[in-house]
């Protein structure tokens, strides 16, 4: 990965952890390269709809696909979202969020046993939206 | 993916990770995205991951 590239991945994460959204940037050859190297997902007009474990917040999705994040109180209260109950353990562990309520499918991790994966692991990036 | 009660019938298939695996999962697999220094890992560095938290065999071979 190039200075370039980090840079850039720098900018969607800063974007996403403190907006709770990608930022809107052009179509280029550095995201197009963030793409194929997973750290994005872009849609069919090189929109970044995820860089995990953070997703773009609906429309883009419907609500209900989604995972939400909640933080009420603590240094950085907001709300984001992710595509499963491991991207949104994963945004409170990256944002530092103790307490943040996760929910996942009308379940929140706390109230929750176990998660289930049901597709193997080499094949996660198959259809990452899926997945 | 999704989450699953106690008591509930999970889906079929595929393999069940209790919570508080899933929480030292997400820590150590996304614990870093933020960090300045942070650069991408090898997937043997992933495999470690997974390993470390005890999802081991076929299921989550990563490639």
Request: with cysteine; charged share 20%.
């Amino acid at each position: 990965m190039t200075p370039e590239q980090l840079a850039l991945r720098a900018r969607i994460f800063e974007a996403f952890a403190s907006t709770g959204g990608p930022p809107d940037l052009p179509d280029a050859p550095d995201l197009r390269a963030l793409a194929e190297q997973h750290v994005v997902v872009l849609d069919e007009a090189a929109r970044v709809v995820m860089a995990h474990p953070f997703a773009a917040p609906p429309p883009h999705r419907a609500a209900a696909e989604l995972t939400r994040v909640v933080a009420r109180s603590g240094p950085a209260p907001g709300v984001w979202h992710g595509n499963c109950a491991w991207d949104g353990l994963g945004i409170a562990a990256a944002l530092g969020l103790d307490g943040a309520v996760v929910e996942s499918g009308g379940i929140t991790t706390d109230e929750a046993a176990f998660f289930h994966v049901g597709v193997p692991a080499r094949q996660w990036w198959d259809d990452i939206g899926h997945t | 993916m999704t989450l699953v009660r106690s008591g509930e019938e999970p889906p079929r298939g595929g393999a069940l990770v209790e919570i508080a695996q899933l929480r030292a999962l997400a820590q150590r697999w996304y614990g870093d995205r933020l960090d300045p220094d942070w650069r991408p890992r090898t997937l043997e560095q992933s495999q470690s991951i997974l390993d470390a938290v005890g999802l081991r065999g076929g299921f989550w071979r990563l490639a």
